[in-house]
């Protein structure tokens, strides 16, 4: 679960339950996926925006485990100087960005040692199996709304986990339950009509289709 903090609002991710599986015959090597539902659960806490996607592939390679951290799953490559050095935000160039939670990492871990400073990094897209783009309706027309732009440099990319333990290729298909959390959907989306893009990615980096959510607002989702 992973949790950002900006101007007041809470944002960040979780997973719900696991996927369901069954072997076909016939399943593309590229994954394909199909909208199923978009579903907004408000509580006392973070509020609960959640997405559930029907798949199907024909190998099983989707999903990723806490131990695929290495590449091409790392979560970032460090940026270095000319000399090969890891670049601090206190001898930062002239082109590099400003402090943010996306572009330095505070204290990382690199070759099994502990840097006490703050490093420039580029992140891996890689990283992440599902990706989730917003659009809101503005004026009557849609916009992207990039969180990872200021003021809040986080993201609703994720992951999900393997829905094969084993290494083994077989067909499968289910559907994968993904819950986005945040203090700040009715504060940003409001009454506006709002949907969402999504692409799932498997082991190979095949990205799937992108589907998108019908337009709807979150008073039309909320569960009752």
Same mark, same amino acid.
């Given at each position: 679960?992973? %949790?950002?903090? =900006?101007?007041?609002? +809470? *944002?960040? +991710?979780? +997973? ?18 199909? %909208? ?8 006392? !806490? ?8 029907? %798949? ?10 806490? $131990?695929?951290?290495?590449?091409? %799953? ?13 670049? &601090? ?18 204290? /990382? ?6 840097? #006490? ?10 990283? =992440? ?5 917003? *659009?809101?309706?503005?004026?009557? @027309?849609? $916009?992207?709304? &990039?969180?990872?732009? /200021? ?6 990319? !994720?992951?999900?986990? @393997? ?15 993904? #819950? ?33 959510? /019908?337009?709807?607002?979150? @008073?039309?989702? $909320? #569960?009752?």
């Amino acid at each position: 679960m992973r %949790f950002k903090n =900006y101007s007041g609002l +809470l *944002f960040g +991710l979780a +997973l719900l339950g696991s996927s369901c599986i069954s072997p076909p015959e016939n399943f593309p090597s590229v994954p394909e996926i199909e %909208f199923s539902n978009l579903e907004y659960v408000p509580t006392s !806490g973070p509020d609960s925006l959640i997405l559930t996607l029907k %798949f199907k592939d024909a190998e099983g390679d989707l999903g990723l485990s806490a $131990t695929d951290i290495n590449p091409p %799953f790392n979560p970032y490559t460090y940026i270095r100087d000319q000399a090969g050095n890891l670049i &601090v935000y206190s001898r930062r160039p002239a082109q590099a960005p400003t402090f943010n939670p996306i572009d330095w990492v505070i204290n /990382p871990i690199v070759n099994n040692q502990v840097v #006490r400073d703050t490093v420039w990094v580029d992140p891996n897209e890689n990283q =992440y199996n599902i990706f989730v783009r917003f *659009f809101i309706k503005r004026n009557g @027309r849609y $916009t992207e709304f &990039v969180w990872e732009n /200021p003021p809040f440099f986080t993201t609703f990319n !994720g992951r999900f986990p @393997r829905v094969l333990t084993t290494e083994e290729g077989q067909p499968v298909e289910g559907f994968i339950t993904y #819950r986005m959390l945040s203090s700040g959907w009715e504060s940003i989306f409001r009454n506006d009509s709002l949907k969402i893009d999504v692409r799932i990615q498997d082991r190979a980096l095949n990205k799937s289709n992108e589907v998108s959510s /019908p337009d709807v607002t979150l @008073r039309q989702i $909320t #569960r009752n």
